[in-house]
């Protein structure tokens, strides 16, 4: 077995999980990843800015797009925008 080296990745579609009212702006997306012999994985991401503040939320988990609990991150990413102290 050879160790994983970053290249094996594989990136699935890009999901827009739309714009989020909040502050200067944010955005939520997600990416279906897969790593061979592997399970499936789902990762959201957040970016979202108040001033000059710029702060990204992360999550992951086995599983596809579908899979992502998009509400509850997107209140999630949201929250963490409210908390920035530009």
């Known amino acids: 077995?050879?160790?994983y080296d970053?290249?094996?990745r594989r990136h699935g579609?890009?999901?827009d999980y739309g714009k989020l009212?909040?502050?200067e702006g944010a955005h939520a997306y997600?990416?279906?990843t897969s790593v061979p012999e592997s399970e499936p994985g789902v990762h959201p991401y957040g970016i979202g800015?108040?001033?000059s503040t710029v702060t990204a939320v992360m999550?992951?988990?086995m599983g596809h797009l579908t899979d992502a609990p998009v509400p509850a991150f997107?209140?999630?990413t949201t929250t963490a925008v409210n908390r920035l102290d530009p």
Request: hydrophobic share 25%; aromatic share 4%.
């Open 1 to 3: 077995m050879r160790p």
């Open 6 to 8: 970053g290249r094996q």
């Open 13 to 15: 579609p890009l999901q």
């Open 21 to 23: 009212a909040v502050e």
């Open 30 to 32: 997600g990416v279906d």
């Open 49 to 51: 800015r108040d001033g």
């Open 59 to 61: 999550w992951g988990r």
């Open 74 to 76: 997107r209140k999630t």
